[in-house]
């Protein structure tokens, strides 16, 4: 028995290996917020805060960036990772009727 556990998790080290060397060799994308006039403050920090998984201090700092200039600088990631993210955020404020926007453009 102990042994299939071991198994098991050298399996599913290989698998987080391989996607870490997957996500290594993807290009790497922006992710940028933009500010509206509709959506609250604290809504646009809880999605940073557990979609993108920033700390307070950044998602906060993001979101006044984004409110005083229009746009602002989210986070860097493996573009399928980036988009999934958008994908989420994007539903998450759709589902509180939210016009959150965020883009994904491809790093220089």
Wanted: a negative charge.
């Amino acid at each position: 028995m102990a042994r299939n556990l071991l198994q098991i998790t050298e399996a599913d080290t290989e698998q987080d290996l391989e996607k870490d060397l997957e996500d290594a060799l993807e290009p790497n994308c922006r992710v940028l917020i933009h500010n509206d006039d509709v959506t609250p403050y604290e809504f646009v920090i809880m999605i940073l805060l557990r979609i993108f998984q920033l700390e307070l201090i950044e998602a906060e700092s993001i979101t006044f960036i984004a409110h005083t200039s229009g746009i602002a600088h989210v986070i860097t990631l493996p573009c399928p990772e980036a988009n999934k993210r958008v994908g989420k955020a994007h539903f998450a404020a759709s589902l509180d009727g939210y016009p959150l926007m965020f883009t994904v453009e491809p790093e220089d």
